[in-house]
């Protein structure tokens, strides 16, 4: 069931020229963690509309790079250190081509997320299953030290996700930001500082 809320997020993505509300789930998380640095190498797992590219363009400067993946096209025009490519991240052939070419990342971020039913448990069960791959890649792609940070809906299967997100970071933070919907059952996983394998 998809409609727009129309709220103040999407009114102020309007005006400051963003592709879409979402950037303001990142800035904040941006601001609080700074997990984004200049020079940094970020994969951005559905990344479409590109909203979260645009604010990592700033963070990481022209000497970083932006690597951003989606299944729909991002049609937007960014500068030459942010590629874009249109793919499925199940499609494990695609993903390991890429993870030869440009890894290792710092950072690998996922704001992924089902096409929703509105069936709480079947939605949980398809975002648990994105943000188990999203882990799959980012412990591919990632250097250690590097940050993960990804968006789950809450359900049966969280607790689980978050225990083996603990094995492989230092640090984890759960993080509700104030520009996700009240009602929406989204939270996003923040895992700091890979641990060397």
């Not at 998380?29 to 951005?44: E, F, S």
């Not at 640090?171 to 989204?186: D, F, G, I, L, N």
Request: no cysteine; hydrophobic share 45%; net charge positive.
């Amino acid at each position: 069931m998809a409609f727009t809320v129309r709220d103040h997020y999407f009114h102020k993505a309007k005006k400051e020229h963003f592709l879409a509300r979402a950037i303001y789930k990142l800035e904040e998380i941006q601001k609080k963690y700074g997990i984004i640095r200049p020079g940094a190498k970020v994969l951005d797992l559905g990344a479409a509309p590109g909203s979260w590219i645009q604010l990592a363009v700033e963070a990481v400067g022209p000497s970083g790079l932006i690597v951003g993946i989606d299944l729909k096209p991002i049609e937007h025009t960014f500068p030459k250190h942010v590629i874009t490519l249109q793919g499925d991240i199940n499609d494990r052939d695609f993903v390991d081509s890429i993870i030869r070419e440009k890894a290792p990342f710092n950072v690998v971020l996922s704001d992924m997320a089902p096409s929703t039913s509105g069936v709480k448990v079947a939605d949980a069960a398809r975002s648990a299953l994105l943000f188990e791959r999203a882990l799959e890649i980012a412990l591919a792609a990632l250097k250690p030290g590097g940050t993960f940070l990804a968006k789950i809906f809450q359900g049966s299967e969280f607790h689980q996700l978050l225990a083996e997100v603990k094995k492989h970071f230092e640090k984890t933070r759960v993080v509700k930001p104030e520009a996700s919907r009240k009602q929406s059952r989204e939270i996003y996983i923040l895992a700091l500082n890979l641990k060397d394998k």
